[in-house]
């Protein structure tokens, strides 16, 4: 019972601290004084009018967990992904406290793709008075960001880059010169890398360096149309997706002239591309060249991502071996209670049989008992005549 207990107890205890070390570093007994003696880590672009750049690509992943003080009120508010000078900012799920509630814990939520909070983070803020103190952890993934304040100069270090509040204006690069031959003989086209991952539902994952910036100028072929609405930020498999600005023309149209929009972080057409469309019947041709900023990339179709595809043929096929599982365990059952029953018969049976062997047994046994027991009778009344008349007089001649 004893080892039992103290099985229990170091469970209970391991439970304790999973649950409560996340934020074990803002366990210090002044956080106001740690705060204003901490130096915020890359306090610059932390906006939410501050774009993400690639060039700099700023980080929470390796800060050092403590308490820091910020001079702007942290986002209450979901941003827009590549806000706050990150692809995935972190927004405040709460309000700030009041100095008399102390230190609160609250949770700290990272834009994501589809959902404003695809996941939270632990924090703890308290009010000093004049300034509130933030206890911030490392966060998993580069490029994710704490948000702090909505307005203001998106400077980096050794930059002069200003705030990103205007929306830039739109431009237009030269018009392609060459895709002079007859996009219709397939023997004229070049072949498009990675058309299954082009989709509008393609989500950009970290790490990924896709960008059509070597895309040579040339007629390409795709397996689905060009995307020819406006994509959300980090689809197609990009940070900035490509779009046409136009409808597939039709047989009988020849070669056309449409306008490529590069999707910005204010505007659905923050650069625009001149590209060539004909269609060929059996398929469309597109004479493409290369975009002039990465992570960029063009568009095709309106699908079901292959990787959600592959993701669902293998959740399916789990489910079909579960499913097959299933069956296997039912007949199994089915195949144990018959033989169970049959058991059961078979012990019925033999114990009849015990029964009646045992009755059949005992009869015979009264029976000679009872044969003795009349054998003696008869040898008993014997003796008594013998007693009674006495023995027969001797034989004479």
């Not at 149309?225 to 959300?232: A, E, G, I, S, T």
Request: glycine content about 8%; some cysteine.
């Amino acid at each position: 019972m004893d080892s039992i207990l103290g099985t229990l107890r170091l469970l209970f205890l391991c439970l304790g601290f999973n649950t409560g070390g996340a934020v074990y570093y803002c366990n210090v007994a002044d956080p106001c004084a740690q705060a204003n003696a901490s130096s915020f880590f890359e306090p610059y672009a932390r906006f939410e009018n501050c774009q993400y750049d690639s060039k700099y690509a700023p980080c929470d992943r390796y800060i050092t967990p403590q308490w820091y003080r910020v001079n702007d009120a942290m986002l209450t508010q979901c941003p827009e992904l590549l806000s706050c000078g990150a692809v995935y900012p972190l927004w405040l799920k709460g309000s700030l406290p009041t100095a008399s509630e102390g230190i609160v814990e609250r949770k700290a939520c990272k834009v994501g793709f589809s959902s404003c909070c695809s996941k939270e983070y632990d924090v703890k803020i308290k009010h000093c008075g004049s300034f509130h103190v933030y206890c911030l952890g490392a966060l998993d993934s580069c490029s994710e960001r704490y948000c702090f304040g909505k307005q203001g100069l998106c400077e980096y270090p050794n930059t002069n880059t200003m705030s990103t509040t205007t929306t830039p204006k739109p431009t237009t690069l030269s018009p392609t010169t060459t895709c002079s031959e007859d996009p219709c003989i397939e023997s004229n086209l070049q072949t498009l890398t990675q058309t299954e991952f082009r989709s509008m539902h393609c989500e950009y994952k970290q790490g990924q360096s896709n960008c059509d910036n070597h895309l040579t100028t040339g007629w390409y072929k795709a397996r689905f149309p060009m995307l020819n609405q406006c994509p959300k930020l980090l689809s197609c498999g990009s940070i900035y997706p490509v779009w046409m600005n136009g409808s597939v023309p039709s047989t009988g149209d020849g070669v056309v002239t449409r306008k490529a929009c590069q999707r910005g972080f204010h505007s659905c057409c923050s650069k625009s591309y001149d590209i060539k469309v004909k269609n060929c019947g059996k398929y469309t041709a597109y004479c493409l060249k290369g975009v002039d900023t990465c992570p960029s990339r063009y568009c095709f179709g309106d699908q079901l991502c292959e990787d959600d595809e592959d993701d669902k043929r293998k959740s399916d096929s789990d489910d079909d071996g579960a499913h097959q599982h299933g069956n296997l365990e039912i007949i199994l059952g089915v195949i144990l209670g018959v033989l169970i029953l049959i058991l059961v018969v078979m012990l019925i049976i033999v114990k009849k049989r015990y029964v009646k062997g045992n009755s059949k047994t005992g009869s015979t046994v009264n029976i000679q008992v009872a044969g003795n027991n009349i054998q003696k009778i008869n040898n008993l009344a014997y003796s008594t005549e013998d007693h009674k008349w006495g023995n027969p007089p001797p034989y004479r001649p």
